[in-house]
């Protein structure tokens, strides 16, 4: 059994379809994927003496395979890649280079600004920027496979990965991920799959700088051979129900799109049934939208990790139980005020502070999750929200605020939420909708009028706790473009606190007073 994603990659079939992109449905077999990572390689190998260093890697979107050229061009080379995040405070882009101390750069988007890219020209770092039409052979030949074969005995550096946290309790922060830790997590995690779950292929649409998106849209491929269909959010609908995949990756709210179109579109409900395995992360999804789903033929299953587990720690195979599923491979235990505390043998390996220099991400051999969990008596765990995310409003209610953020992602045009009051006499629930962008304010004052009834009743009906809310706020800004969400859509609390502070305090002025 092969130990290492270079080891499996290079003993799949050179014909196999590999990645299918964009809507031409351009094929990239494994010997295409091959001959570029090793011209790529040899690049790296001549000019920057890269052995043991990292290599910055700026992709967009799911990547595509661009992204698999440069993340296997970079392991060829000895090195470690590292996807830049989309999104970097001011300041960032300098600090995160003194932290990795890059040998190169690959951009496999040409053309598309970001400030580490300015921040890598500044200091004369080279760039080696990849197009679709790169000067690489169609196929390695047998000098090319020799070569790669050779490269990959010859890597002695552990880590396969850095991958950045999504930043939405602080700055992001550079994980490592060890590749034999990531081989053998995939495997685990995958025994808990149907057997036909890569059969047909799979289709990745979100952002590649994310753990999840890494795993279903790159190292599949790799480990399994799994043909690897690539799309945009706005496209995935019409993309799935021409490629009719068998497995199928989303976040809330890519779900409840999803959810909506089936509703609209039987074509997009048979493809949706048709899928044997769903998987969803990054937050909850609310059990109205896994039913919803359901009524298609799709049951969504539940993954819970991080990107300091490398895998997913529990493996739920119905997110409408409400609980975290069978735990992959970890053991784990809650400490006195509530908090999961998980011991995984795939765990990081460390965050970087100056490479190749760590500090652990775990204490003591446990890692400390951030999230409170509830034991059902019988051993199965229900997550209660975030310890850093709760907050105290004036009058001393405690708010988790995932349950109600969750509630509202569920309804139709809701983009991301979230729930404010920390200090403050009431709660305000912020709501990202940017189809109201061009609505007139009586129809967005109606909105939230709604928004705060529904949630009102499903308060009453026990469905979500009661946080004390004063006042729902609709905006049309779209958070993940400001900063102020991750690209997956969870939001920035403190930053969005901050961005809407005048609006806030509006919404709770006018409550008091009401």
Known sequence: MTRTLLEAFL????????????????????????????????????????????????????????FSVADLAVLLAGAVPAVIPAHLPPGQP????????????????????????????????????????????????????RAARAWAAERREPAAAIVFTSGTTGSPRGVILHDQDLVAGIRAWRAHWPADATARGTLAYLPVEHVAQRIMGHCLMCLFGTTVHTTTPPQAAE??????????WGVPYTWVHLAQEAERDPGVAAALGGVRLAVNGAAALDARVAGRLAACGLRVAGAYGATETTVPAFHQPDVRDGRLGRAVGVEHRLAEDGELLIRSPYAAAGYVTRWPAMRPVTRQGWWHTGDVALDDGGGRLRLAGRVASAFKTARGRLVQPEPVEAYLLAQPGVAAACLVGDGLPATVALVSAPRTADWPDEQVRALEEDLAGWLARAQRAGAVPWTDLGAVRVVADMWAELGLATSTGKPRRAQLARHYTRLITTAVQEDTHA
């Open 11 to 66: 003993a799949q079939a050179p014909q196999r379809p590999a990645v299918i992109s964009g809507e031409r449905g351009q094929v990239w077999t494994f010997g295409r994927l091959l001959a570029a990572a090793v011209h790529t390689a040899g690049r790296l190998r001549d000019g920057s003496g890269c052995a043991g260093r990292t290599v910055l890697v700026h992709a967009r979107g799911a990547g595509g395979p661009l």
């Open 94 to 145: 300098q600090q995160l280079l003194q932290m990795l101390d890059p040998a190169a750069v690959i951009d496999t988007a040409p053309g598309h600004e970001h400030p580490v890219l300015d921040a890598a020209h500044a200091q004369c770092l080279p760039v080696h920027c990849l197009t679709e039409t790169g000067p690489w052979p169609a196929e390695p030949g047998a000098a090319g496979r």
């Open 239 to 248: 993309t799935l129900v021409r490629v009719r995949p068998s497995l199928l």
